[in-house]
Structures are given as C-alpha cells and as structure tokens.
C-alpha cells in the first residue's frame, strides 16, 4: 500500500519561503508523473505544478516562477520550492500522482502565510 507523507509546512510571512517535501513508501515516485496540490479553506483542491519522470515541469499560472518543483529519485522523494509567498498561497499542500486513479492522499502540510 502506497503512503504518502508531506512536510515542511509552517507559518511564513509574506515575501518567505518554505521548502516541501512529500516522501513516498510501497512504490517507486521516479516513474510516477508526480504533482503538488493545495486546497484552501472553503475551496476546491487545485492542482499547482507537476513533474514528470524526465523532469518536464508544468506551474499554474498563479505560481509560476516563485515555485519550483523537483524529485530525487535515489531518496523517493518530491519538493516544492516555494520563494514569494503571498497569503493567497495559504492552503494545505498534498503530492500525489497525476493519474485516474491516484493512491491514497496524505494529511497533507499547512502552510500559512501571513503577517
């Protein structure tokens, strides 16, 4: 069984940064085209960026170029680099596979940003 567990949330003001991590057990992420979503209070989850096993990103356009997602392979394991953060980017964040049938969705990490 696939888990997911994301971390490196926390609260930040605006203008800061924070870096995520979402490690995985029971599969291997590098063959998985992998992606990072939010959901905020009150709103549908959104997906933000993805990555693909080669390393071909894609970003919203409410983040592109202040977020930057990566994986290492060898530590089965993806990233969000999140620079600039503005108190719009307050959600919790959850990585899963982008697929029909994604695995089983972690407790996902807070981030705040806020003043």
């Known amino acids: 069984q696939v888990q997911l567990v994301e971390s490196g949330g926390g609260l930040v003001q605006p203008g800061g940064s924070l870096r995520l991590s979402c490690a995985a057990s029971?599969?291997?992420?590098?063959?998985?085209?992998m992606g990072w979503y939010r959901q905020a209070p009150g709103k549908e989850r959104e997906l933000v960026t993805t990555?693909?096993?080669?390393?071909?990103?894609t970003y919203a356009d409410s983040v592109k170029g202040r977020f930057t997602i990566s994986r290492d392979n060898a530590k089965n394991t993806v990233y969000l680099q999140m620079n600039s953060l503005k108190p719009e980017d307050t959600a919790v964040y959850y990585c899963?596979?982008?697929?029909?049938?994604?695995?089983?969705w972690g407790q996902g990490t807070q981030v705040t940003v806020s003043s």
């Open positions: 899963n596979r982008i697929s029909r049938a994604p695995w089983d």
């Open positions: 029971g599969t291997i992420l590098g063959i998985n085209v």
């Open positions: 990555i693909t096993s080669g390393g071909t990103t």
